[in-house]
């Protein structure tokens, strides 16, 4: 039945490539969509109400971003690192690591240009710091924030049910999307033993496979919504 | 000895509890082992220490007796000939299909292998017409049923010709037929040489086809 190459033991030698660097790369992103699980902040006796919280949020944002003036950007950064040390070492460290990531990026980003013209160099530390107190308010904003109150305060805005469902559900299961990518990804890495001149195309396939399953899972959660007497009015969890 | 894990503990993380602590297994060359144990006891997670996948915490796997970690791993050469020589059919096949076409799927392995043409088209038609999906071939994997998936998965693992074929749950949704067809398909397997190691629960197959069995949990 089975035909004859099959039955042979092969001494396989595989054959040089290069750029492994797609799948690498699409790998590290999968795993960071898989550890994006939506962690509920935690709110203190005195905590603000979420929604006072949340427009407090957006206006830090709005100043230190359309701000020019290097003192209002001090004032807010020494507030918001004075809020930041209130809280707990380990929403601290949540909190710092996303602030690194952030950092990282816009400094790899602005070096080029710093390096080509010095004179750029304090124009970007603004920019880089306006970075850092932008994500620092935000990881506070999420560290301390439950996550059935934001939507509550969604709600009180009159934001549309279905709108707080898609941001709900997109936060709460981007984590699946990621696990799939990394599986697909392995499923890529373990068949891919020799030399593959059609890399983009392997990557093309693992992006579609997503998407087309992410699609197929928010259909059958809808459905499985719809059965248990969903009615598109969605009050949040 | 093919396969072997000595006094192997692993955890997925810090300060979680280990999937299993201390296991010991010997898979002979040209055996079939069957691998049981209940939801959760770690069959998924010892099949992916074997494929390389994941590392031992503790202990260690040697593979045709070379210890297998990350920085054995790391060396591209080494990888690719290990992953060749080890083929791993999932659980779940929809994570394992990836390309446009049933035929691009089964011959993606092949194509990289420095074969000609002529040895990878007939090794995609061998593998469609054994698993009888000649009729598929132009279709896209994605669209098919779940059992279409799971042979169409299976045959792109095959065309690769691997020496150990790690298969979990490959009886899982098959009707009687197909998996009366698939016992025989993997006993030629090994009558050829192979090793298999399966994850099943089906006390019938074991029988039938296992030449151990290793029961985690």
Redesign the interface.
């Known amino acids: 039945?089975?035909?004859e190459?099959?039955?042979?033991?092969?001494d396989?030698?595989?054959?040089?490539?290069g750029g492994?660097f797609y799948y690498r790369t699409l790998k590290s992103l999968g795993g960071i969509m898989s550890r994006l699980r939506l962690e509920s902040g935690r709110e203190g006796r005195f905590s603000l109400p979420a929604g006072v919280r949340l427009l407090l949020m957006i206006a830090l944002i709005i100043l230190v971003s359309v701000t020019q003036n290097n003192l209002v950007i001090m004032a807010v950064g020494a507030a918001v690192l004075v809020r930041l040390a209130m809280m707990s070492a380990e929403d601290i460290s949540a909190v710092v690591k996303a602030v690194l990531v952030a950092v990282i990026m816009a400094v790899v980003i602005f070096a080029p240009a710093v390096i080509m013209d010095p004179a750029r160099l304090w124009n970007s530390l603004r920019v880089v710091a306006k970075i850092l107190i932008s994500v620092t308010l935000v990881g506070i904003f999420n560290r301390t924030t439950q996550w059935n109150h934001l939507t509550a305060v969604l709600r009180k805005a009159h934001i549309p049910g279905t709108v707080i469902f898609i941001i709900d559900i997109t936060f709460r299961y981007i984590v699946l999307l990621g696990n799939?990518m990394q599986?697909?990804l392995?499923?890529?890495?373990?068949?891919?033993?020799?030399?593959?001149d059609k890399k983009y195309?392997?990557v093309g396939?693992?992006m579609g496979?997503t998407f087309?399953?992410g699609t197929e899972m928010n259909k059958e959660m809808y459905e499985a919504m719809q059965c248990r007497g969903f009615t598109d009015d969605y009050e949040g969890l | 000895m093919i396969i072997e894990l000595k006094n192997v503990s692993f955890k997925y993380e810090k300060g979680a509890e280990p999937v299993f602590t201390d296991l010991d297994l010997k898979v002979e060359e040209g055996t079939c082992l069957a691998v049981t144990g209940d939801n959760g006891s770690g069959k998924t997670t010892l099949f992916r220490i074997i494929?390389g996948?994941s590392f031992p915490d503790k202990g260690e796997y040697l593979y045709k007796g070379t210890v297998i970690n990350e920085a054995y791993l790391k060396d591209?050469?080494c990888s690719?000939?290990f992953?060749?020589?080890i083929g791993?059919l999932?659980q779940?096949p929809?994570?394992?299909?990836?390309?446009?076409s049933v035929y691009d799927e089964v011959a993606?392995?092949p194509?990289?292998?420095?074969l000609r043409d002529e040895e990878v088209e007939?090794?995609v038609r061998?593998c469609l017409k054994?698993f009888e999906i000649e009729d598929l071939a132009d279709k896209v994997p994605?669209h098919l049923s779940g059992g279409q998936k799971k042979w169409v998965a299976l045959a792109?693992?095959?065309a690769?010709?691997p020496?150990v074929l790690v298969l979990d749950e490959p009886f899982a949704g098959l009707d009687s037929k197909k998996e009366a067809w698939l016992v025989?398909?993997l006993r030629?397997?090994k009558a050829?040489?192979k090793t298999l190691i399966i994850a099943t629960h089906k006390e019938e197959i074991i029988k039938d086809l296992a030449d151990g069995t290793f029961m985690l949990g």
């Not at chain 2, 929809?94 to 446009?100: A, I, Q």
């Open positions: 039945m089975i035909p190459w099959m039955k042979k033991t092969e396989y030698v595989p054959p040089a490539d492994a799939l599986d697909l392995t499923a890529v890495s373990l068949r891919s033993i020799g030399r593959n195309n392997s396939g693992v496979v087309l399953r | 494929n996948l591209n050469a690719k000939r992953h060749k020589e791993y999932f779940n929809d994570t394992m299909l990836f390309n446009s993606f392995g194509r990289q292998m420095g007939e090794r061998d054994l994605y792109s693992v095959i690769l010709n020496e025989d398909f030629e397997l050829a040489g």
